[in-house]
């Protein structure tokens, strides 16, 4: 029988792979991505998808959970999607806190205020839709007992990246900072 050989190189690592937060590899890319993120162009919804005033603050979380050239059209869709579906929750919360969790029917029994239901709905379409973008909690940050490195990591660098701006004699180029929406 013929060994089993993996069809990795040694010495390579698989696209999924990220390197360790504590090795020079580690750090280097996040310095680079936090460079990445303060000079970056924002990424906007394809033009046939409208987003509302309310959207616009989860659109930007959720393009931001994922680099920007990992981004595909139909990803921008269901992103879209997704930052309408957290909207819509965020106004039945509201209503709900208004009308309070129970009320009465026509009989005077006291029941579940019926907008949980669509609470419930609307949560679970934005879970099943940051599953399906790669923008949850285990895809973005990695396994809950490695995120300490790598947030320590990533402030490190962010703090780079600062003190590079705030020493910035405007020597080399830089493209200028996009502006908000």
């Known amino acids: 029988m013929a060994p089993k050989t993996s069809k990795k ?14 090795t020079t590899a580690g750090r280097v890319g996040a ?14 919804p394809p033009d046939h998808v409208t987003l509302r005033e309310a959207d616009w603050p989860f659109w930007d979380d959720i393009v931001d959970a994922r680099a920007a050239d990992s981004w595909n059209a139909a990803d921008l869709v269901k992103a879209a999607h997704l930052a309408r579906c957290l909207a819509d929750i965020e ?12 009320s009465e029917n026509d009989r005077g029994t006291t029941v579940v205020n019926p907008l949980h239901t ?3 709905t609307l ?4 879970l099943q839709l940051a599953r399906a973008l790669h923008v949850h909690a285990s895809a973005t940050q990695g396994r ?3 995120t300490g490195d790598k947030t320590k990591r990533d402030e490190r660098a962010d703090g780079v990246v600062d003190a590079i701006d705030a020493d910035d004699d ?3 180029a830089r493209p200028p900072k996009p502006p908000l929406h």
């Open 118 to 120: 669509l609470m419930t």
């Open 144 to 146: 809950a007992n490695k």
């Open 123 to 126: 949560t679970t379409r934005s």
């Open 9 to 22: 190189k040694a010495g390579r690592r698989s696209a999924s792979e990220q390197p360790k937060a504590d």
């Open 31 to 44: 310095v680079q991505a936090a460079a990445s993120r303060a000079r970056a162009l924002p990424i906007e």
């Open 91 to 102: 106004d039945v919360q509201v209503e709900i806190d208004i009308m309070g969790h129970t």
């Open 170 to 172: 405007d020597v080399l």
